[in-house]
């Protein structure tokens, strides 16, 4: 596994429904060694804090080799590496592998992962097209959030090694399923019991759940 770059923006100022909006997701490239905080990488900053950023969304991955995907989906779009708001386009780094707790290091810094990625409308200003949310998240290809659990500078080409798997061995992939999931079978219902005892899931993300199983318990006392 390996960063096949590392992309940063600011926040800019772009027109969106007659309206002028702040957005960070314009990413470009940058090839030199950056600065890894506990909230974000050098040359880097999110724009609405109430949705993006923290440190539970310190720093977010998208694999390279979902581009070919999306390229076939948008031939009429130009896509380069961070084109999906994404700090680090990684190679080897699936959402169906990922889990959440799973420590990694790259370069001199220390990451641990948190959530998917949902998306928002500013990845339809970053595409010019609206489907793309709907599609993003239908796809399950929503790439890596990241905690930092020691700063320290990265770089394009650097590999990305595992420190340690979580136990309990819920992936990405598992929750968005759980997410997009109406009616849960059991071994669903157990799934997303084991959400709530991760210790680097979000308390957002356990609170839907406890809402979910809460809904579940209730439809089936009704029965």
């Avoid at 136990?167 to 071994?187: A, G």
């Amino acid at each position: 596994m390996k960063v096949v770059s590392v992309n940063v923006g600011l926040p800019q100022r772009v027109r969106f429904n007659n309206q002028v909006v702040t957005t960070s997701i314009f990413k470009h490239p940058v090839h030199e060694k950056v600065k890894l905080s506990k909230l974000n990488l050098e040359g880097d900053a999110q724009s609405d804090l109430s949705v993006h950023g923290g440190v539970d969304k310190a720093v977010y991955s998208y694999p390279v080799e979902h581009y070919d995907y999306w390229r076939k989906v948008y031939p009429e779009i130009e896509m380069h590496f961070g084109m999906f708001g994404e700090n680090l386009t990684t190679q080897g780094l699936h959402e169906d592998s990922v889990n959440i707790g799973d420590t990694y290091t790259i370069g001199s810094s220390g990451l641990v992962v948190t959530q998917p990625r949902m998306p928002c409308y500013k990845l339809g200003i970053r595409f010019g097209k609206m489907d793309v949310i709907e599609k993003f998240l239908n796809s399950f290809r929503s790439g890596v959030y990241f905690r930092v659990i020691k700063e320290g500078e990265l770089k394009e080409g650097d590999e990305i090694r595992l420190l340690s798997r979580d136990n309990n061995n819920v992936s990405i992939k598992n929750i968005i399923q759980l997410y997009k999931k109406k009616n849960y079978n059991n071994s669903e219902l157990q799934l997303l019991k084991k959400t709530l005892e991760l210790k680097f899931l979000p308390e957002n993300w356990k609170r839907h759940f406890e809402q979910e199983i809460h809904k579940a318990k209730t439809k089936y006392q009704n029965k």
